[in-house]
């Protein structure tokens, strides 16, 4: 049991040093001295598993997964509805909710008076998964960009956020709420990065 758990601590301990968080281009010098920021989530363009499959055959495979598990058709309509709400509420609340905590610029959506706009697209999910004493993180990568409110052809920052892992070091059963532990991750390394460089 000891060997099991020590396993799964460096497995967790692998994934959370896998994130890299890199520029690709501008700076952070337009962000000084601004107070708010406005936030726009983006699905459109986010693959899963290492197949790279869109988000309809990620969901056909969900289905799928629960029609092996003998589960009645109810089960993939709750898990869609949890899918659909966690994309929509739970994701964002949890990247608002740690960028507001690790950077005085407030971040929140459709705040039209905000100078600038960040534009948070997820690129690409891994689930990870719950086994007890064994589990493993989810990883979220992103594409954040920060541009002009009232442009937003103008790209002023752009970062590539990559393997952000997703989890509490106990184990979160349910996927949604390990891929919103990615989400609130990759908000927390951003802001320090933003707090470090316009400091």
């Known amino acids: 049991m000891k060997k099991l758990l020590l396993l799964g601590l460096v497995s967790v301990s ?19 001295g601004q107070k708010e920021l406005n936030l726009q989530m983006d699905y459109s363009q986010m693959k899963f598993y290492k197949e790279n ?26 898990w869609k509805k949890d899918w659909e709400y966690s994309k929509d509420t739970q994701f964002v609340d ?5 960028m507001n905590k690790n ?23 891994y689930p990870g998964w ?6 493993q993180p989810s990883k979220v990568s992103m594409n954040l960009k920060f541009v002009e409110t009232a442009n937003p052809s103008n790209v002023l920052l752009e970062i590539d956020s990559k393997n952000a892992p997703g989890d509490n070091f106990v184990g979160l059963p349910n996927n949604n709420d390990r891929i ?3 989400y609130a991750k990759t908000a927390k390394t951003l802001a320090n990065m933003i707090d470090k460089k316009i400091k």
């Open 53 to 78: 499959m869109d988000e309809s055959a990620y969901i056909a495979k969900k289905e799928k997964d629960i029609q092996k598990a003998n589960k009645s058709p109810e089960e993939f309509t709750r």
């Open 14 to 32: 692998a994934f959370v040093m896998a994130q890299k968080m890199k520029v690709v281009s501008g700076n952070f010098d337009f962000l000084k």
């Open 180 to 182: 919103s532990e990615s």
């Open 94 to 98: 949890k990247f608002l909710s740690s």
């Open 103 to 125: 950077t005085d610029i407030k971040t929140s959506v459709n705040n039209k008076n905000a100078k600038y706009t960040l534009i948070a697209q997820t690129v690409w999910i």
């Open 130 to 135: 719950f086994g007890g004493v064994m589990n």
